[in-house]
């Protein structure tokens, strides 16, 4: 099992930045790749950016594509999301999730162990 415990939301102003942070615990020597998910009142979870573990490699929604940031620090078994630019259509509550591989996926059904969640409003 892995657990994994998400960190550093808040609320923030049109343009402003916020980072966030998850903690990885537990089975992580099982973990391909993690990813953050956000999901907005009455909307559906949807994928945000993607890390591949072992190398590094990294993927991006559209819509946070040169703003956000997603990186990991393996001695630390943590991944942040580094939230640049951010617009009122971003709040949102943001999770972290691990898949088990064994390829770089957008979609929640992949993932196998989800985070408790952050909210991250950012107002206008």
């Known amino acids: 099992q892995v657990q994994l415990v998400e960190s550093g939301g808040g609320l923030v102003q049109a343009g402003g930045s916020l980072r966030l942070s998850c903690a990885a615990s537990?089975?992580?020597?099982?973990?391909?790749?993690m990813g953050w998910f956000r999901q907005a009142p009455g909307k559906e979870r949807e994928f945000v950016a993607h890390i591949s573990w072992s190398s590094g490699s990294t993927s991006y929604a559209d819509s946070v594509k040169g703003r956000f940031t997603i990186s990991r620090d393996n001695a630390k078994n943590t991944m942040y999301l580094q939230m640049n630019s951010l617009k009122p259509e971003d709040t949102a509550v943001y999770y972290c999730a691990a898949q088990t591989g064994p390829f770089p996926t957008t979609s929640t059904y992949d993932y196998n162990y989800w985070g408790q969640g952050a909210q991250v409003t950012v107002s206008s």
């Open positions: 537990g089975g992580t020597f099982s973990v391909y790749g």
